[in-house]
C-alpha cells in the first residue's frame, strides 16, 4: 500500500492565505472581502500587498456577502473570508439569492470548520455547513484536507466561473498532498489501492483515513482511499468504480451525518449500485468545548473510528 | 432630456402595463409599482447614462438595482419600454417559463436585471459592490438603488448604510419609496421607521428629500441635486415620498393594493383612469 508522508504540519488556512496572496500577484481581477477577522484568515499579506483591492467589512457578514456579489457586476472575483458558521448559516439567505440564484462569481472561503475548531464551543463550530452549501443550486463545494491542497484549490476556484464554498479549518494538520498536484475540481484523488473496503474522506479525515488504512494493512484488510475534496459536484464514477471493486464504503467527514459527504455517496450508490455504508461523522449533535484531538475522539472523527466503522462494514458485506 | 409631457405619457402607459399584468395572473403587486412608476419612468429615460443594449457588466453606463423586487410590475414595464426586451413579453410575466417572473432574477436571462430581489434588505449591499467595482475600474458612472420603506426593517440595510458613509462611496444613490406603508399596514404601526433623515444622517449619509415623488419635475429636480452631490466623499439619500397605487382613485390612500390584483370591474376603472398613450402591449 502506498505510503504518505507528512512534510510538517501545517494548517489549511494558511494554505487559504497563500494561494489569495499568489492570486492577489497574478490575477488583478481578485478582490478579497473580510469581516473583521483577517489574521485568522491569513489574509494579511494580500491586504499589505493590494489595499486597493481588500475590503475591510467590519462584523457584518450578511453585508460582505452582498456587497460580493455585487463586486462581481463589472468583472471582479471577490473571496471572501470568514468563519464557516458566519460564511453560510448567518449569511443564507444572502447567499442563496444574491450569489446562487443570481449566478455570482463569488468565492466564499471559509475557515475554522467543523470540530476542530476547539475550544471556542459549538457557537462557532459549524457541522451543518456542507449541507447546507450543498443544497444551492449551482454551488461547487470543497472541503481540502491539508494546506498544499487547500492552497491549489484556491488557486483552481479562481478560474473556475460560478459561486464556490471552499472550506477548510483552523488547527495545524498533516501536510501531504503534493506541492506540484494540481487541483481539479470535481476529480477525486485516490491515494491508496485496496480490495476490501472503500474510505471515501473529505477535509481533516482523509490524513485520519491514511492511518486508518495503515491499522487496517496490519490487521490483513486492503483499504482503499480516496480523497473527495470536491462534494459538489461529486466524482460519482471515481466512487462507484472503487466501491464496485471493493463492495462496501466508509465516509468520513468532519460534519454532521445528514446533508454532509456520506448522504451525498449513499444517493449516488443507491442509485447506481447499493452497497453497505458507514458514516463516520458527528451524530447529529452539536459540539463543544475542548482540544482538536480530544473532540475527534470524543465525537468518532479519528482514524480509531474508521478502523472500527470498516470492521462494521465489511461484516455487513 | 426627455420633455415631461412624453414622460407622462410613459407613465401612463406603464401604469396600464401594470395593471394589466398582475390583472391577467390575479397576484403581483400593484401598489407599490404605481406609487414608484414616475420615479422609474424618469430615471431610466431622463437621468441614468445608459448604454444600448444590455451588459450584464454594466460597464461604464450607470446602473439600477431594484431592491424592493416585489414591484416587478413597474421594472418591467419600465425596462420593456425602454428597449430591453419585447413589450409584448409583458404578457408572460408570472407564468410559466417566462422571463418575467414574480419577483426580478437573472436566472431566465432577462435583459436589465443583474441581481435578484425579493427577499428584502439585500440590494443595499449588491449596489455597494458595484460601486466599489466601478471605483476599481475607473468607471465614473454612478449607482442607483430603490428601496421601501418597510424594507429598512432589515438589518442589512443598516449593515450596508453604516459601511457605505464609513467608506466613502459616493458614486452611489439610494432611494426611498418613503409611502410609508407596508402589508400589514401603515409603517408606524407595523413598526415604525423614526426620522430617516436623522438616522441616514447619523450613520453619515448626505439625505434629501422628493417631498412629490409622483411629480416627474420634482423628481427631475430632485435626482439632479441628488447627482450634484455625489463625488463629495458621502454615499447619498434620497427620500422620495410617494403615493402607494399612484394614478388609479381606489387604490390611493390605502395599503390594501400592496399585493393585490384588481378584479374585471376594477381593471376597467382602473384602465379608463389612464388612457392608452403608447400603444397597449
Known sequence: MKKYTNTGNKDTRSGFGDGLTELGKTNENVVALCADLTGSLKMNAFKDNHPERFFQIGIAEANMIGIAAGMTIGGKIPFTGTFANFSTGRVYDQIRQSVAYSDKNVKICASHAGITLGEDGATHQILEDIGLMKMLPGMTVINTCDYNQTKAATLAIAEHHGPVYLRFGRPKVANFTPEDQKFEIGKAVQLTEGTDVTIVATGHLVWEALQAAETLEAAGISAEVINIHTIKPLDEEAILTSVGKTGCVVTAEEHNFLGGLGESVARTLALNTPAPQEFVATQDTFGESGTPAQLMEKYGLNAASIVKATKKVISRK | ?281
Open chain 2, 1 to 281: 432630456m426627455s420633455d415631461n409631457k412624453s414622460l407622462e405619457n410613459l407613465v401612463t402607459q406603464v401604469r396600464r402595463d401594470i395593471l394589466r399584468m398582475v390583472h391577467k395572473v390575479n397576484s403581483g403587486h400593484p401598489g407599490g409599482s404605481l406609487g414608484c412608476a414616475e420615479f422609474l419612468v424618469t430615471l431610466y429615460n431622463d437621468i441614468m447614462k445608459l448604454n444600448d443594449g444590455f451588459a450584464m457588466d454594466g460597464k461604464e453606463e450607470d446602473v439600477f438595482f431594484l431592491s424592493n423586487g416585489h414591484i416587478s410590475p413597474v421594472i418591467y414595464s419600465v425596462l420593456a419600454r425602454r428597449g430591453y426586451f419585447p413589450v409584448e413579453e409583458l404578457n408572460t410575466f408570472r407564468l410559466l417559463d417566462s422571463r418575467l417572473q414574480g419577483h426580478p432574477t437573472t436566472h431566465e436571462g432577462l435583459p436589465g436585471i443583474r441581481i435578484a430581489s425579493g427577499s428584502l434588505g439585500q440590494g443595499m449591499s449588491v449596489a455597494i459592490g458595484t460601486a466599489l467595482t466601478k471605483k476599481l475600474n475607473g468607471d465614473n458612472h454612478l449607482v442607483y438603488s430603490l428601496h421601501g420603506d418597510g424594507e429598512l426593517q432589515e438589518g442589512q440595510i443598516w449593515e450596508a448604510a453604516m459601511y457605505a458613509a464609513g467608506n466613502k462611496v459616493d458614486n452611489y444613490i439610494a432611494t426611498i419609496d418613503y409611502n410609508k406603508k407596508q402589508i400589514d399596514g401603515a409603517t408606524d404601526d407595523v413598526l415604525p421607521l423614526g426620522s430617516l433623515t436623522a438616522k441616514f444622517e447619523a450613520f453619515g449619509w448626505d439625505v434629501l428629500a422628493i417631498e412629490n415623488g409622483n411629480d416627474i419635475q420634482a423628481i427631475k429636480d430632485g435626482l439632479a441635486e441628488a447627482k450634484s452631490r455625489t463625488g463629495k466623499g458621502k454615499p447619498v439619500c434620497v427620500l422620495l415620498h410617494t403615493e402607494m397605487g399612484n394614478g388609479v382613485d381606489f387604490m390611493m390612500h390605502t395599503h390594501a393594493w400592496h399585493g393585490k390584483a384588481p378584479n374585471d370591474e376594477q381593471l376597467e376603472s382602473a384602465l379608463a383612469q389612464n388612457p392608452e398613450t403608447l400603444g397597449d402591449y
